[in-house]
């Protein structure tokens, strides 16, 4: 605080996760700002958070009436974002801004209407007496729930209060926002003022240790079956996509026109990638299908070497229809019909992967197929494996929370897909949806092991469990509240037993809750709304989580119920679990683990090798977020799983026996070779990971050492022979010879190592990665070079190559270079060659390892792609040059679309250079 307001401002942006103390901060902040405060918060529960921090201050009571009458008020932001004609209770949970709905304001040639007109009168009143109370300090609780609602709305606020102090409060990290609300939390906020990362606030022992995991499914046989039938429509479609009939000018072709090459306009791929991320994107995943041929330019990263999803289909085939086969369609031309003809074959298939032919374009559809994996039935017992398995771990410990999106199962409409009624396909129905709080609670009261734990179900109109569950709560109410249990009844009727009586949802989760903490039940299962945002319960220890929300709001909020720190239970491990459905027969079957993809974007955790890593390779090192892993490897991930969930001392030990931190986010390159590869180094045995830096790893050469043996040996000799009194003239003759033997068998043993060390496959990655390094700092791209290199060899035989000490910009820039480098060549700009050696033997090893010494090239060459980051001119290629030559050896960088350079590209593209598998991850250290 102290520092901004030297720098002059009245606007702070803090970031802190949930549990870490935002309350205390803000509350901290307005007891030393001194001013009249009003807290916005987004729920009554918050709320209530606020206004007890503040009352164990002992000064003036805290308000919460709109009137602002005390010096501290803390409201919710349904307080203020109520717009005329709504119910008056607010609406964030809607997706779209107020000025989506502006009517008017939409319309071409309408003037604008301000937010603020649109207030509800309380609103406005609020506004007008936030505005006459003077000088404020405005705190806003989780303060994305304004820019993802009401952003535009708080913008013109904060004009009206041009003295007011305004601190944002958010539990959601910068980079997991969209673009739009980085934008205006900038403009609101300015740069962040300060950021705590999960990581560091678990290592700092503010949050509890945990580790995140996941579950993965397929769909039921019911569910299969259906899936199976929409994925033979959408083959259907992408078969005539390729056909040279299928419309006056083919999705193929088109895109070739769009992404051709304009040497006159000078526009390549890179501005084309530029303007269009997605739909580049989705043109490299054809193109690595070889259903497209590779544009000039591009570079195939790790993200492309996919097959395209719906995603890709949708944007690839909106602008093929609204660009070409659209227009022409509605004119007059000899390709009309046809062209129509295309528009109904496409607006009758795109339901089949949840997408819709509308006059605007293909946009996103109901969705039939991403709801059924999403809410399969196979994720309830999932669930039900969970909660029995941490039932035997824990045993009476065991506190497990199953969050989910909705009660009850919503009813599924008919989907009508086919072509024609007489179909057999026209009458089928989508298998009917599981994933409700309600069906989970069936589920485990099945099973055994979770029935065990005496799962009880809290939402905000049903307390239900077991028979005898739900009596003992009951009895337990007698004892603690038994003017509120007297009226208590256990209803039989219906599909699971409730407990019924006068009481509210606010009065029963406080119950339940304590109820919980006390063991009286092991597992609760709710909906995100009620046990979500505001509910706390520390002894939470297992989380399973089977929403569908991807918000960064609610992703966070859904986390923040495990993480927290128990007083009863120091020694705390948190889990989350996450259930995933995969369906591999349909286009659209991996829609879910695309879901949790984005879940996890932008959060860090534990991987199994102790590593702290962002997004899904955090849950092991093997996932990535472009695609699943193989049906085949679901019940070894699934049971790995569950042996890292059953020994918590190793995930409480790999968060708190790690050195000191700078809480720095870096980029990491990982490369795996395939077991048994020549030159792949060996898996340790220990489970431990090896760091080592690169001044070290490049100054060991196997066997260099043995290069100083045969001077020392034939020194001693000479001393023999002097010692034997020896003529003067005959000593020198076969001093001459021992020491020139000597000094020859020597270069050729430091020759050999150089050689035996330049082809073992870790130290020959390791001069590529430093030629990378120094070549990115001597064009000022980086600010340190091959120095700052480390090398890290994880026990499952993983190398990792990263720059250290470096900001995230730079660590990125360098682990994106050397994938290209060590990647397969597809499109480059500047190639350059790399010698190839094989490990010496025998005399023939002595010998090459004299013409290794004399700079001679033993067995050929293979060609490598000079990064795009240092292709962009003749200049910086040159230096890329230079420090190959310095580090790896080899000529000059060639220039493509020159003879030369030509002729290399078209005998080595596709050609992979070190058979290894490249994957960028971020990483916290």
């Given at each position: 605080?102290v520092?901004?307001q030297?720098?002059g401002?009245?606007?702070?942006?803090?970031?802190?996760?949930?549990?870490?103390?935002?309350?205390?901060?803000?509350?901290?902040?307005?007891?030393?700002?001194?001013?009249?405060?009003?807290?916005?918060?987004?729920?009554?529960?918050?709320?209530?958070?606020?206004?007890?921090?503040?009352?164990?201050?002992?000064g003036?009571?805290?308000?919460?009436?709109?009137?602002?009458?005390?010096?501290?008020?803390?409201?919710?932001?349904?307080?203020?974002?109520?717009?005329?004609?709504?119910?008056?209770?607010?609406?964030?949970?809607?997706?779209?801004?107020?000025?989506?709905?502006?009517?008017?304001?939409?319309?071409?040639?309408?003037?604008?209407?301000s937010?603020l007109?649109?207030l509800?009168?309380?609103?406005?009143?609020?506004?007008?007496?936030?505005?006459?109370?003077?000088?404020?300090?405005l705190?806003?609780?989780e303060?994305?729930?304004?820019?993802?609602?009401w952003?535009?709305?708080l913008?013109?606020?904060?004009?009206?209060?041009?003295?007011?102090?305004?601190?944002?409060?958010?539990?959601?990290?910068?980079?997991?926002?969209?673009?739009?609300?980085?934008?205006?939390?900038?403009?609101?906020?300015?740069?962040v003022?300060?950021e705590?990362?999960?990581?560091?606030l678990?290592?700092?022992?503010?949050?509890a240790?945990?580790?995140?995991?996941?579950?993965?499914?397929?769909?039921t046989?019911?569910?299969?079956?259906w899936?199976?039938?929409?994925?033979?429509?959408f083959?259907?479609?992408?078969?005539?996509?390729?056909?040279?009939?299928?419309?006056?000018?083919?999705?193929?072709?088109?895109?070739?026109?769009?992404?051709?090459v304009?040497?006159?306009?000078?526009?390549?791929?890179?501005?084309?990638?530029?303007?269009?991320?997605?739909?580049?994107?989705?043109?490299?995943?054809?193109?690595?299908?070889?259903?497209?041929?590779?544009?000039?330019?591009?570079?195939?990263?790790?993200?492309?070497?996919e097959?395209?999803?719906?995603?890709?289909w949708?944007?690839?085939?909106?602008d093929?229809?609204?660009?070409?086969?659209?227009?022409?369609?509605?004119?007059?031309?000899?390709?009309?019909?046809?062209?129509?003809?295309?528009?109904?074959?496409?607006?009758?298939?795109?339901?089949?992967?949840?997408?819709?032919?509308?006059?605007?374009?293909?946009?996103?559809?109901?969705?039939?197929?991403?709801?059924?994996?999403?809410?399969?039935?196979?994720?309830?017992?999932?669930?039900?494996?969970?909660?029995?398995?941490?039932?035997?771990?824990s045993?009476?410990r065991?506190?497990?929370?199953?969050?989910?999106?909705?009660?009850?199962?919503?009813?599924?409409?008919?989907?009508?897909l086919?072509?024609?009624?007489s179909?057999?396909?026209?009458?089928?129905r989508?298998?009917?949806?599981?994933g409700?709080?309600?069906?989970v609670?069936?589920?485990l009261?099945?099973?055994?092991?979770?029935?065990?734990?005496?799962?009880?179900?809290?939402?905000?109109?049903?307390?239900a469990?077991?028979e005898?569950t739900?009596?003992?709560?009951?009895?337990?109410?007698?004892?603690?509240?038994?003017?509120?249990?007297?009226?208590?009844?256990?209803?039989?009727?219906?599909?699971v037993?409730?407990?019924?009586?006068?009481?509210?949802?606010g009065?029963?989760?406080?119950?339940?809750?304590?109820?919980f903490?006390?063991?009286?039940?092991?597992?609760?299962?709710?909906?995100?709304?009620?046990?979500?945002?505001?509910?706390?319960?520390?002894?939470?220890?297992?989380?399973?989580?089977?929403?569908?929300?991807?918000?960064?709001?609610?992703?966070?909020?859904?986390?923040?119920?495990?993480l927290?720190?128990?007083?009863?239970?120091?020694?705390k491990?948190?889990?989350?679990?996450?259930?995933?459905?995969?369906?591999?027969?349909h286009?659209?079957?991996?829609?879910?683990?695309?879901r949790?993809?984005?879940?996890?974007?932008g959060?860090?955790?534990?991987?199994?090798?102790?590593?702290?890593?962002d997004?899904?390779?955090?849950?092991?090192?093997s996932?990535?977020?472009?695609?699943?892993?193989?049906?085949?490897?679901?019940?070894?991930?699934?049971a790995?799983?569950?042996?890292?969930?059953?020994?918590?001392?190793a995930?409480?030990?790999?968060?708190?026996?790690?050195?000191?931190?700078?809480?720095?986010?870096g980029?990491?390159?990982?490369?795996?070779?395939?077991?048994?590869s020549?030159?792949?180094?060996?898996?340790?045995?220990?489970?431990?990971t090896?760091?080592?830096?690169?001044?070290?790893?490049?100054?060991?050469?196997?066997?260099?050492?043995?290069?100083?043996?045969?001077?020392?040996?034939?020194?001693?000799?000479?001393?023999?022979?002097?010692?034997l009194?020896?003529?003067v003239?005959l000593?020198?003759v076969?001093?001459?010879?021992?020491?020139?033997?000597?000094?020859?068998?020597?270069?050729?043993?430091w020759?050999?190592?150089v050689?035996?060390?330049?082809?073992?496959?870790?130290?020959?990655?390791?001069?590529?990665?430093?030629?990378?390094?120094?070549?990115?700092?001597?064009a000022?791209q980086?600010?340190?070079?091959a120095?700052?290199?480390?090398?890290?060899?994880?026990?499952?035989?993983?190398?990792s190559y990263?720059?250290?000490?470096?900001?995230?910009?730079?660590?990125?820039?360098f682990?994106?270079?050397?994938?290209?480098?060590?990647?397969?060549m597809?499109?480059?700009?500047?190639?350059?060659?790399r010698?190839?050696?094989?490990?010496?033997?025998?005399?023939?090893g002595?010998?090459?390892?004299?013409?290794?010494?004399g700079?001679?090239?033993?067995?050929?060459e293979?060609?490598?792609?000079?990064?795009?980051?240092?292709?962009g001119?003749?200049?910086?290629?040159d230096?890329?040059?230079?420090?190959?030559?310095?580090w790896?050896?080899g000529?000059?960088?060639?220039?493509v679309?020159?003879?030369?350079?030509?002729?290399?590209?078209?005998?080595?593209?596709?050609?992979?250079?070190?058979?290894?598998?490249?994957?960028?991850?971020r990483?916290?250290?």
């Amino acid at each position: 605080m102290v520092a901004a307001q030297r720098a002059g401002s009245d606007r702070w942006w803090v970031t802190l996760p949930p549990g870490a103390g935002k309350t205390l901060v803000g509350t901290e902040v307005a007891r030393l700002r001194g001013r009249r405060t009003v807290v916005l918060s987004p729920n009554t529960a918050v709320q209530g958070q606020w206004a007890r921090t503040w009352e164990a201050y002992d000064g003036p009571p805290p308000g919460t009436r709109r009137d602002l009458r005390t010096g501290f008020a803390t409201l919710t932001y349904q307080s203020l974002a109520v717009f005329e004609g709504s119910d008056g209770e607010g609406d964030l949970d809607r997706p779209e801004r107020p000025d989506a709905e502006a009517g008017d304001a939409e319309r071409p040639g309408a003037a604008p209407t301000s937010h603020l007109d649109r207030l509800h009168p309380h609103g406005r009143e609020l506004v007008e007496t936030m505005r006459e109370a003077g000088p404020l300090l405005l705190v806003l609780d989780e303060c994305h729930h304004l820019l993802e609602v009401w952003g535009e709305l708080l913008r013109e606020v904060l004009a009206e209060l041009p003295d007011a102090q305004v601190l944002g409060l958010t539990a959601t990290p910068p980079e997991a926002m969209t673009a739009a609300q980085a934008t205006l939390t900038a403009e609101l906020f300015g740069p962040v003022l300060h950021e705590a990362r999960i990581p560091a606030l678990v290592k700092a022992g503010a949050l509890a240790p945990y580790a995140e995991l996941a579950w993965l499914v397929e769909p039921t046989p019911d569910e299969s079956d259906w899936l199976a039938a929409q994925a033979t429509r959408f083959a259907e479609l992408t078969a005539d996509l390729f056909d040279p009939a299928f419309g006056s000018t083919t999705l193929p072709v088109w895109l070739q026109q769009r992404f051709a090459v304009d040497e006159a306009a000078q526009v390549g791929w890179a501005e084309h990638a530029a303007r269009e991320p997605a739909l580049t994107d989705a043109v490299l995943r054809l193109a690595h299908h070889d259903l497209l041929p590779l544009p000039e330019g591009a570079v195939l990263r790790e993200r492309h070497r996919e097959r395209p999803g719906p995603d890709d289909w949708r944007l690839l085939m909106d602008d093929w229809l609204r660009g070409c086969i659209q227009p022409r369609a509605e004119g007059d031309g000899e390709h009309a019909d046809g062209d129509r003809a295309v528009l109904e074959a496409v607006r009758r298939t795109l339901p089949s992967i949840g997408l819709a032919w509308t006059r605007h374009g293909v946009r996103p559809g109901r969705g039939t197929v991403d709801r059924v994996t999403a809410r399969s039935r196979a994720k309830e017992q999932a669930a039900a494996a969970i909660v029995g398995a941490e039932g035997a771990s824990s045993g009476e410990r065991a506190r497990v929370l199953v969050l989910c999106d909705h009660e009850r199962a919503t009813a599924t409409t008919r989907r009508r897909l086919s072509d024609g009624p007489s179909e057999e396909l026209a009458s089928s129905r989508t298998p009917e949806p599981a994933g409700s709080a309600t069906g989970v609670l069936t589920t485990l009261l099945a099973d055994p092991a979770s029935a065990a734990l005496d799962p009880v179900l809290v939402t905000g109109r049903t307390v239900a469990g077991s028979e005898e569950t739900l009596h003992r709560l009951v009895e337990w109410l007698r004892r603690s509240h038994p003017m509120l249990a007297g009226g208590m009844s256990v209803d039989l009727e219906g599909e699971v037993p409730r407990l019924v009586g006068r009481w509210s949802s606010g009065q029963w989760v406080a119950h339940l809750t304590r109820w919980f903490d006390e063991g009286g039940t092991r597992c609760l299962i709710g909906t995100r709304g009620l046990l979500g945002e505001g509910w706390d319960a520390p002894c939470v220890s297992t989380l399973v989580d089977l929403t569908t929300v991807t918000t960064p709001t609610s992703v966070v909020q859904t986390r923040g119920r495990a993480l927290r720190t128990d007083p009863s239970d120091p020694d705390k491990v948190a889990l989350v679990w996450s259930v995933v459905c995969v369906y591999d027969g349909h286009v659209a079957g991996a829609a879910d683990w695309q879901r949790f993809t984005r879940k996890h974007r932008g959060y860090f955790t534990v991987d199994e090798h102790g590593a702290v890593v962002d997004g899904v390779a955090g849950l092991d090192s093997s996932f990535s977020e472009h695609h699943p892993p193989p049906r085949e490897d679901f019940d070894a991930l699934d049971a790995r799983m569950l042996q890292r969930a059953q020994d918590r001392a190793a995930v409480r030990e790999a968060w708190l026996a790690r050195p000191d931190h700078d809480d720095r986010v870096g980029h990491v390159l990982r490369l795996r070779r395939a077991a048994g590869s020549p030159g792949a180094p060996a898996a340790t045995t220990d489970g431990t990971t090896g760091l080592v830096p690169w001044t070290e790893a490049a100054t060991r050469r196997p066997g260099a050492t043995l290069a100083v043996v045969p001077p020392v040996v034939a020194l001693a000799l000479v001393g023999l022979l002097v010692v034997l009194g020896l003529p003067v003239a005959l000593l020198v003759v076969l001093a001459v010879l021992l020491l020139g033997a000597a000094a020859t068998l020597s270069v050729a043993l430091w020759g050999r190592a150089v050689l035996r060390g330049a082809s073992e496959h870790h130290f020959g990655l390791g001069l590529v990665a430093a030629a990378v390094a120094d070549a990115l700092h001597a064009a000022g791209q980086t600010p340190v070079g091959a120095r700052a290199l480390r090398i890290e060899v994880a026990p499952d035989a993983t190398e990792s190559y990263r720059l250290v000490g470096v900001d995230e910009a730079a660590s990125a820039r360098f682990a994106e270079a050397l994938e290209e480098v060590c990647s397969p060549m597809t499109s480059p700009r500047y190639v350059i060659a790399r010698t190839l050696t094989s490990p010496p033997t025998g005399l023939d090893g002595l010998l090459r390892g004299l013409r290794a010494h004399g700079g001679q090239q033993p067995d050929g060459e293979v060609w490598h792609t000079v990064p795009s980051a240092l292709a962009g001119h003749r200049r910086t290629a040159d230096l890329f040059a230079q420090a190959w030559g310095h580090w790896v050896g080899g000529g000059d960088a060639l220039y493509v679309h020159l003879p030369g350079g030509a002729g290399v590209l078209a005998t080595h593209r596709g050609q992979d250079p070190f058979a290894v598998t490249c994957v960028v991850r971020r990483v916290w250290t």
